[in-house]
């Protein structure tokens, strides 16, 4: 299964000059916990609700690019869910980008890998012995 | 699933709770007496642990003034008591959809009322990896 089957297309995003407490709005009122942060529609970097967290009591005076997570780990829409599961497990993260050159397409979550993981797997495999 | 399960005591302090997270890079604690699964504490309880327990405003000027109060927090006044787990019987693929319903991190596995172990989203990503690509191909 290729990522462009399963990705979030046309993702909300921030711009990296932009304050904490306006990425905090967004998070909170999308209910989501990571923003990609773009420069024009350049992605840059990404921010999650662990990196907000730091910055308790400063969200408002703090800019994103200054929290914000870098160099990052990205995929593209054709490579494989597994790609995106091994990337994820190996460098413990929840999300990944996805961009092709160097604009953003969208992008991926454990969430949408348990939906993968849902569609592929009849229930048969016991948590004993998966 | 994971086997040992890193657990805390009730009377744990959020600062020593924090240092097993830390330590093992891990998000979600279960807390244990005697076997017993009493809660769970996230990595999210824990860093919202001085706001939510002292209140947030005074917890963002302590936070930068003195000593944490997460040494004289404990980890019973944060935690979640409403814990959904499941049995050993159960499939991955009952973790995976509880998972996404609850929108939560890891499951503890309990059997006859004692902790057994507990199922994470990585856990969940590993076989589906299996499930898909048995020889374990792909991009690093």
């Keep these: 299964m290729q990522i ?6 046309d ?10 407490s306006k990425a905090k709005s ?8 990571r923003v990609p942060v773009v420069d024009g529609g350049r992605l840059v970097g990404i921010l999650t609700e662990r990196d907000l967290r730091e910055y308790t009591g400063y969200l408002e005076s703090t800019r994103v690019n200054a929290a914000m997570h870098t160099p990052l780990i990205t995929v593209t829409p ?3 869910v597994e790609d995106a599961a091994r990337l994820m497990l190996k460098h413990k993260i929840g999300g990944l980008p996805i961009i092709v050159g160097d604009a953003l397409v969208g992008i991926v979550t454990t969430s949408d890998l348990l939906r993968a993981f849902l569609v592929v797997v009849a229930g048969t495999n016991r948590i004993m012995n998966p | 699933m994971k086997i040992p399960v890193h657990t805390v005591k009730p009377r744990d302090t959020v600062a020593r709770a924090r240092a097993l997270i830390e330590e093992y890079r891990i998000n979600q604690l279960p807390v244990v007496v005697n076997r017993v699964l009493v809660g769970i504490v996230t990595d999210r309880d824990l860093r919202d642990a001085p706001a939510a327990v002292t209140g947030a ?7 930068h003034l ?8 404990t980890v019973e006044s944060v935690m979640t008591t409403n814990v959904l787990t499941l049995t050993p019987a159960h499939t991955v693929a009952d973790a995976a959809r509880l998972m996404r319903r609850e929108r939560i991190g890891a499951i503890p ?5 004692a ?3 507990i199922l994470t989203r990585s856990d969940i990503l590993t076989a589906f990896i299996e499930a898909n690509e048995p020889e374990g191909k792909g991009i690093e």
């Design chain 2, 57 to 63: 405003a005074e917890a963002a000027t302590r936070a």
């Design chain 1, 4 to 9: 462009v089957n399963l990705m979030t297309s």
């Design chain 1, 11 to 20: 993702p909300v995003t921030i711009d990296q000059h932009d304050t904490l």
């Design chain 1, 78 to 80: 054709y490579n494989t």
């Design chain 1, 26 to 33: 967004m998070m909170d009122a999308g209910n989501f916990r």
């Design chain 2, 66 to 73: 003195s000593a944490s109060p997460a040494d004289k927090i």
């Design chain 2, 115 to 117: 902790l057994a172990g």
């Design chain 2, 109 to 113: 596995i309990v059997e006859h009322n």
